[in-house]
C-alpha cells in the first residue's frame, strides 16, 4: 500500500512543492511546527533511514542543504533546524525549519489547521529563494 507521501508524489494528493528531482521531492508539511517548515522525502518508499542507500541518503542531504540555505535567506532565523524523526509516516523524510531556539521543533507546536494562504506563501516564498540561490529542480 502506497503511503501518504507516495501519493502527493505521484499526485493523488496535493501538496505545495517546492523542490523535485529525479530522486525527491520537497513540499510544505500541512502541520508546520513553524511557517517555513519543509519536508525532504524520496521518491522511494524506504521506512527507515538507515536502511536508504548511502548514494540517496547523500542526495537528501545535499539537498536538504540547498533548502536549508533557502530557508536562512528567507527567514533569517537563528538556526535552521534538521530533524529526521519518521513515526508519523512509514516513509523516510526529512523535517527542515527555521528555528530561534530549541523548541521551536517541538511536534507540540505543529500547527492542526493552518492557513492556506500562509502555506501558499510560504512555499512561494521558499521557491523565490531557492530561485535567487540558482538552485535547479525548483518546482512550479
Known sequence: MATLFTKIIEGELP???????????????????????????????????????????????????SIGNAIQQAYNPSKVGLMLAGLEVPHVHIHLLPIDRLEDMSFEYAQADPDPAELDEAAET?????????????AC
Open 15 to 65: 501538496a505545495r512543492f517546492v523542490y523535485k528531482d529525479e530522486r525527491c521531492v520537497a513540499f510544505m508539511t500541512i502541520n508546520p511546527i513553524r511557517m517555513g517548515h519543509v519536508l525532504v522525502v524520496p521518491r522511494v518508499e524506504v521506512e527507515h533511514w538507515l536502511d536508504l542507500a548511502p548514494d540517496l541518503m547523500t542526495h537528501l542531504t545535499q539537498v536538504s542543504r
Open 126 to 138: 521558499i521557491r523565490a529563494a531557492l530561485e535567487d540561490l540558482g538552485v535547479s529542480g525548483v
